[in-house]
């Protein structure tokens, strides 16, 4: 009877020596990381020009024999960095602003300044905008007076008739005005 390997060797897609030896590594490589061996054949059919259930079927039924030494050694290296994150890590959390039992009173202090300063500058763009908009009405309003007052210079005394169309720009261009005002008056935070 023929092993597995006769069997597919004379295949012209068989699977060589260097195949199996880049699917292992990068299988180890995924294990040592913690990622999953789904990920690990995506990669490896990518490189490799297969799909990843023909590199899963090849890593489970041959080359997982194999390399049970390997994948305990990964699997080891795996642990040992877990570990030596986890002692990391506490420090890390000391230093982190945003964890509330190790905040010292300045770094508390430095929070509510830090936030004061955006709050103002928010505030002194929006003063601005509403000075702008306040600007954009009363040149609409010099300009709507001067319009009426040319109206009542060639006519009777009342204002030209606007067109429906002069009508509608001039109403919407209120509007928008008037949108634009209320949005930056009305409170960010509701």
């Given amino acids: 009877m023929q092993s597995v390997d006769e069997r597919w060797s004379s295949r012209s897609d068989a699977w060589t020596r260097q195949d199996d030896e880049k699917l292992a590594s990068i299988v180890l490589k995924h294990i040592r990381t913690g990622s999953t061996q789904l990920k690990a054949f995506e990669e490896a059919a990518t490189e490799l ?21 390997d994948i305990e050694g ?34 508390s202090m430095s929070a509510v300044v830090k936030f004061l300063q955006t709050y103002d500058a928010q505030y002194q ?14 040149e609409l309003k010099s300009k ?16 030209a008739p606007m067109t429906p169309e002069q009508l509608e720009q001039d109403s919407q ?15 960010r935070h509701k």
Wanted: charged fraction near 30%; include cysteine; glycine fraction near 4%.
């Fill in 173 to 187: 261009a209120l509007f928008a005005i008037m949108e634009r005002a209320r949005k930056l008056l009305e409170p």
């Fill in 49 to 69: 020009g297969r799909t990843a259930a023909a590199c899963g079927y090849r890593w489970n039924g041959v080359l997982r024999k194999e390399r049970r030494e």
């Fill in 125 to 138: 763009k929006l003063r601005q905008q509403v000075q702008e908009l306040e600007r954009e009405r009363n």
């Fill in 74 to 107: 990964a699997k080891l290296s795996r642990k040992s960095a877990q570990r030596t994150q986890a002692v990391e890590k506490p420090s890390d959390q000391q230093m982190d602003p945003q964890t509330p039992t190790t905040m010292t009173s300045s770094d």
């Fill in 144 to 159: 709507l007076r001067q319009t009426e007052h040319q109206s009542v210079a060639h006519g009777d005394g009342s204002p």
